[in-house]
């Protein structure tokens, strides 16, 4: 690490990536060549390639010191999974060596009999294999004590059913590839692919590691639960875009060192609008390895920050009363050449081209953004969404005054050029003009276009991105199908190519424009108009994830091939089970913190009141220094008397909560899945609401010495 310190980026960035380029440099050309195919075929590669990365891949990785390998794979958990195996064998004189074949590259068994699979295979069948995936880079990860070789892979079961988040993700890609090349070569646009590009900027808060130990709420569940608000929160906006104190800074530099020896193009980093939150944002990057290079990002914010005596925290809610985290997911499209093919350009063709791809991702969403709110919904996302720093639970898209324009006059049977951009002035006469963009933010739409992207902005924070990404491409490629089909059926009855491709739009745009809103989607009008519109609205996560068992979401993927109608049932029952057992969680974590901690320094602050209420008495009674007993003025015990009675009240109703809770974890036992699930949304999550609320306003009374957690003002302020 402090080697890196004094050296330029570029001198050590993806050291411990086993790059294209070193694979180029490393392999022999045919099998080069062949992996390359496999990749831009979405093909199987050779034995005899597999034989030739597998040597250049153990040769590097002993270079570097690595000592043992491991098929990295994302399962339903939400999190990464590993199973780390030397890369020794005994070679029969009593010493050893170092062997890696292709056939261990290529996939590894782990025991899948414990991994959430949604009913889709009995407990007992325990095999599942993991196997590489040649199209993001193996990398090398430093222990505390040597080093491990990661090889990226994806995770199936005995029978080939997807157990994982990478083979849907993956498996989108191709689909949406197939139809962009397909509605492209009708316009004629030349490429040999079409790539979803994703750029995703992470939201975190930072803890004091002593405070995060030293709350149950933190250790067992990553947020508070329980925690008057500070006087002192974002109400100034002083946080926002400050000046990063010394420690934080020292973390997040140490943070992009990592990074930048994995081959992760960390770009931005600033304080963020609540006080502790902060921001880590990526290039743009091909969605896969985006993907994973994310989910790398989650797991050292973590690592990196407890070198540093700190806690990463990454839930979507982590504090009440102040912001919370999501991950903003840009998402856009890339050809063979480079180009940005949501970039409006400035001929007709490019703006044509810009209309078609516009039209289908409309389209798409229109028909599917039902399953968007469906795969962002998680326990952590309901805390956060729809409150006001955070979009609602409602997929519409924003496009911006320039585009509706267009599209408005493109309804009249008229395409201007979008033309060029104006300048923009400060006013201050020694800065330089500079380009206008098009339109502003806005940053209350959950998918805002925002210039030559698509901000989806309703990920949550914790979350992977494989699964949105996954469900964004495949609706693309949906509405890339049918605005294709439209072209074709119009040049087939003899209509010029440019006027069937507006005239197609022009149809899209018309059946896909309930989707399209630019205006504040925080009000509640919105959401009385959106329901009016036929949008989906969904208030929780359970509600979201009925519109998985839909028809027309289970026919989408079955036809671009990406899940089947088994694989789709399967990751509803593991999203509700996840949801039940965190409310669940949370009931448990609740109730033993009323039980062992507050209600005993409850009591105790109510002794102490008692007892300073009673020498006082007596001190009046009987009489000071031996001097004659003296009437205390009436109202000097009043107001003390009045504090211990308020205290008194708040102790009494957390009792009365504890009882409610503790009936509602025994109903809760009673109940099937879907029950469950409904229950936890509209009876549990409520109480510990109002558990909360009591809790609360106890510790506003309570001596400070007596409480037994960090406050929220102690653990969002002195970092």
Known sequence: MEKCQNRRVSEYYGENTFSFALMREKLPRQAYAQLEQAIGNYQGLPAEAAEAVADAIREWALSKGATAYTHWFQPLTGLTAEKHDSFIEPDGSGGAVERFSGAMLLKSEPDASSFPHGGMRSTFEARGYAAWDPSSPAFILDGPKGKTLYLPSVFVSYDGQVLDKKAPLIKSIRALNQQALRLLRLLGHRADWVYPTVGAEQE??????????????????????????????????????????????????????????????????????????????????????????????????????????????????????????????????????????????????????????????????????????????????????????????????????????????????????????????????????????????????????????????????????????????????????????????????????????????????????????????????WIREAGARGLAIAGNTPEALEFLKRSKNIELFERHGVMSRGELGARHRVKQDVYVKTVELELRTARNMLRTLFLPAGFRYQADLSGSIRLRAEAFGGGLRGEEPADPPPDVLQGQREYLRKVSLRVDEIIRKLSELDSQNEELKKLDPDQAAEFCARSVRPALQAAREVVDDLEERVDAGLWPIPRYWQMLSGL
């Open 204 to 525: 975190y808060f930072l803890v004091d590691l002593e405070h995060f130990q030293a709350r149950p709420d933190l250790r067992i569940l990553g947020y508070t639960i329980f925690g008057e608000k500070s006087p002192k929160g974002q109400q100034f906006g002083d946080h926002y875009f400050g000046s990063i104190r010394d420690r934080v800074l020292g973390f997040m530099q140490e943070l992009e060192i990592e990074l930048y020896r994995l081959g992760i193009p960390a770009k931005t980093r600033h304080n963020e609008v609540a006080p502790n939150q902060f921001e880590l944002a990526c290039h743009h990057e091909l969605a896969n390895l985006a993907a994973d290079h994310n989910q790398l990002v989650m797991e050292l914010l973590k690592r990196v920050a407890r070198r540093h005596g700190l806690a990463a925290l990454l839930h979507e809610k982590p504090f009440s009363l102040i912001n919370g985290s999501g991950k903003h997911n840009n998402w856009s499209l890339q050809d063979s050449a480079g180009v940005n093919l949501f970039d409006p350009g400035s001929t007709r063709v490019e703006n044509i081209r810009f209309l078609c791809l516009l039209a289908a991702l409309l389209d798409g969403i229109r028909d599917y953004g039902d399953l968007l709110r469906a795969i962002i919904a998680d326990p952590g996302n309901d805390l956060r969404l729809g409150s006001h720093e955070a979009p609602p639970a409602v997929m519409s898209v924003f496009l911006g005054d320039e585009i509706t324009s267009i599209l408005n006059r493109l309804e009249r049977g008229r395409l201007d050029s979008m033309g060029t951009r104006d300048s923009f002035s400060t006013g201050v006469p020694f800065i330089p003009h500079f380009p206008k963009d098009a339109t502003d933010r806005n940053r209350t739409s959950p998918i805002a276009f925002t210039g030559n992207k698509f901000e989806f902005r309703a990920v949550g924070s914790s979350a992977s991105i494989a699964m949105p990404n996954a469900v964004i491409n495949v609706l693309m490629a949906e509405g890339l199908r049918r605005l294709a089909d439209l072209v074709e059926s119009k040049t087939a009855d003899g209509m010029e190519t440019e006027r069937a491709s507006l005239e197609a739009v022009r149809e899209t745009y018309a059946r896909a424009r309930p989707v399209h809103y630019e205006g504040d989607n925080y009000s509640r009008e």
